[in-house]
């Protein structure tokens, strides 16, 4: 079972973003900027019998905005081999950000404090909109998707303290809970400036991947995570935990997930690039 890792920390209780209203229209300009020139995540799948898949997502920013995300995975199998390249644009507009990977096209409308208010996929049958909750320090604390105006997806998180949160997923009446455990502060005192994976591949927060590393959904943690451990009866998927190597500067270079589950270990490792 494939864990990701999206870091969040505050101390206020879940706020609710589900409502009928209508959806609030874009109005002046204001965007969070990002420190990086570029920020690279490669990973290699490597399983005895399979060949080796790597891929690389790779996330441009131009005058610290994010402009172009480049995802491309391959496989040099002598039998099969094979290569997939996606480009996705990023484009600005008054508080309104539109991310386009070419098939599909999401377009955000900020808050006053440049965080994803709404949004709207463009294009398909159906109309499927979501709704974002953040606390007051900026944490993101709820997702909602609709479509067609009925409840599909939701994402909960509850910040219990300083490093403990509680998040849960509800998709067509089926639910997973966790408990995210970060790094104490008087512990590892390096501050978070990117999203790593959790959240960011659970549904339906996977759905805006992009728009985490564009800097639209809330502040980004001030501690790392150090450990998942699911709270549902049902369904346990085991516990995962988080180990780094970092850079002499403070910067996250590699990441470890270990998942126990069942009495089997799964490890995996992504490795970072950070410019600026």
Known sequence: MKYGVYLLSSMLCLASCTSSEPLPVAHERKYRLSEYTSVELQESFVEAGVPTISTQNTYIYTDGLLSERVFHQQSKSATAPFELKEQTYVTYAD???????????????????????????????????????????GRLTCVTEMIDGVLFAQCDIVYKDNV?????????????????????????????????????????????????????????????????????????????????????????????????SHGNQYTRSVSYTLKR
């Open 164 to 260: 403990t949160a509680e998040m849960k997923t509800t998709m067509q009446g089926h639910t997973q809970s966790f408990r995210l455990t970060f790094e104490p502060e008087n512990i590892r005192m390096i501050p978070n400036r990117i999203p790593i994976l959790f959240g960011v591949e659970r549904y339906p927060l996977s759905v805006h991947e992009t728009a985490f590393y564009a800097n639209l959904l809330g502040a980004h943690s001030p501690t790392l995570l150090k450990e998942v451990s699911p709270l549902d009866s049902e369904d346990s998927t085991g516990k995962v935990s988080y180990t780094y190597i970092m850079t002499t500067q403070g910067e996250i270079s590699m990441l470890t997930e270990t998942t126990n």
């Open 95 to 137: 508080r309104m950000v539109t991310i386009d990977n070419g098939r599909e096209a999401i377009q955000y409308v900020l808050n006053d404090e440049g965080f994803a208010l709404s949004a709207e996929r463009m294009g398909g049958e159906q109309r499927r909109t979501y709704r974002f909750a953040y606390t007051e320090a």
